[in-house]
């Protein structure tokens, strides 16, 4: 997905002028379906004291096609202001069949050849608000064949209507989709208010948001995640002033557009790696997670490469990978393939994009026998040129989409086959999350992590204006993931820059200060148990400055780094710093701590106690290592390391920890 400029860039170049909606009224817009005009597949009907428009006609196109499916309506706003969408509904028997309209995106007699300026609001049959007393956010949860409000933009990329003071009176069109979604009426209510259900029945002022104005905020941290073992990160913006806070707020970064072929090497041969240097070197000097997105993808890669040979795009493949593995060798998660199902390089089209995407997948084994051997080919040279980086692969709409989870499921599975995959990432989107039940959501995970591999959320964010839209919808969604013991982190789409900012998604006002989503999300994950080294300090009140990883101040053989390592002793044998393996045990198990998600164990040898060799080792950030049995158990991950053949009683072991400073 890619990173579009937010309004608030312009906000800051004008010093932050005052949001024009602080002297709008709290009360909606309010008008009946009835008195639209209708086209002709739009028939006016009443029932149970409900007079409501019905269409006659079922299609699934995204946008319509005639102007016979179209409700245009005259509307007159008693001021100019930012608006959002809502809309009375019933949804027939058929559920989710029965559930989808299109709305403009925008005032005015939209034409009808005009994709762009449509989006579907689908997923409606299990989701809206009837309960007087509601208040109208996110999701809801009123079924079929009863009426209910729906915040439209909620489930459409539907963003904000703006009414300017020149034109108070603006026309509106709306389209039937599905023939079963009856339609009441709209209510247009200004930007930061809410409404409850009785609220718009009745036409009654809604709860008003303040506007936070005044001084521009400045955070002074510390990181969001700063005591933890997960990470929690965000773009890296090529537009400095969308990085402003960054030190305060995250320890993982990605690039939205930077690393992306088509950006790196629009044109042939000419590198443009910028704003990725400027990441990397802040990532490494900062001790921040270097995400790399990405190296193969079908979207904003370099059209040149389309016309060329198969051999040379081949060769311009492995050269791109190479630029990048010697550019940058420090990378701490590689992204090969990014929406390999949603997004092939395979020159195709889908319905959704504006044109075919980038077509090199030929070069690297077309679809083959297992359908997917370009992605496999890419994962080989992956491994091959960046043998010590971890590699994962990334795709969206798999969080909640059972059918599409298990495609994706196949691809991992097949690299896993040939040890070519370390870490799976979930894109995490709203689009993605807000249509997904929290069951659907937890079950496509555990059948993900079932796979063994750790699990990332690569550029989540969730949508709304509404504060109580995006906290609530926050506190749905993100507990699923960041408790998961599979997933090592989450990296959010920014949190002033950000690609959805026309839904709302940023985390910041306009003065910088902290939306109550961003608030409650330092709060949540403080109180998470992925206690780091740090974390498992001070929850005790220890001082960092005697207790060390390498200290013992307890004298029981045992170092605070193990001990934080290990949550519970080995039973047998009790060593300290250092042991002899004993004549009659076959093997040692080492019970790690749950919560602990970086870093890597160790079990070395020595015959002098100087020169030590690494038996096995474990990184548990990747959740592999060579020399170990691992096992699961009650939540408790255990190692378990056999003794080697022919052991002399004059071998010494010790187990190593080395934690990420």
Known sequence: MSLLPHRIFAKLVLFFATFSLNAQSNTAL?????????????????????????????????????????????????????????????????????????????????????????????????LGYSEPENLILSSGSTGTESWKWIRVSSHSNLGILTVPDSQLTQSYRISSREDGLRLDKLAFGPLRVTFTVNQLDNNLPGLSQDDPGGEIFQSSGPIIAHNKSKFLGSVWSGTSAYNKDFEFYWNGMWHGNAGKWGTVEATRDVMNWTVLDQGYLYAKANKVKFNFHVLLWGSQQPSWIDDLPVEEKREEIIEWMQAVADRYPDIDYLQVVNEPINAPADGSQNPWQSQPTANYADALGGYGETGFEWIIEGFRLARQIFPDTPLMINEYSVEGNQSLADEYLEIIQALQAEDLIDLIGFQGHAFSTQSSTVSDMEAILDKIAATGLPIMLTEMEIDGF????????????????????????????????????????????????????????????EASPWNNFRGYLAERGLDPAT???????????????????????????????????????????????????????????SSDLQDWKTEASYRLDLFAGDGFEIADAEGIRSLTFTAPPNNSASRFYRIKYIIPQ
Do not use: C
């Not at 946008?63 to 499916?69: F, G, L, Q």
């Not at 998961?484 to 982190?489: C, L, N, R, T, Y």
């Open 30 to 126: 309010i008008v009946e379906a009835e008195d639209a005009v209708l086209g002709s597949s739009l028939s006016q009907s009443s029932s149970e004291g409900v007079t409501y428009i019905a269409p006659d006609v079922d299609f699934t196109r995204s946008a319509p096609d005639s102007e016979d499916t179209l409700a245009t309506f005259t509307l007159t706003f008693p001021e100019a202001g930012d608006y959002e969408l809502y809309a009375r509904i019933y949804i027939g028997p058929e559920g989710a069949n029965d559930d989808s309209m299109i709305v403009s995106t925008a005032f005015g007699t939209t034409a009808i050849d005009n994709a762009e300026a449509w989006t579907v609001a689908n997923g409606l049959f299990n």
């Open 547 to 605: 207790h060390t990883i390498t200290s013992d101040i307890d004298h029981d053989g045992r170092p605070a780094g193990l001990e934080f390592l290990l949550s519970l002793d080995p039973e047998s044998p009790s060593f300290g710093p250092y042991w002899t393996w004993p004549q009659d045990q076959a093997s040692i198990t080492i019970p790690l701590s749950p919560n602990i998600k970086d870093g890597t164990v160790s079990i070395e040898s």
């Open 466 to 525: 509404d504060d109580f839209v995006q906290l609530e919808e926050y506190k749905r969604v993100f507990p699923i993931y960041w408790d998961h013991p599979s997933v090592i982190g989450i990296n959010i789409s920014g949190h002033i820059g950000n690609w959805r900012a026309d839904q709302g998604a940023v985390l910041v006002n306009d003065n910088f200060s902290e939306r109550p989503a961003l608030k409650w999300i330092r709060e949540y994950v």
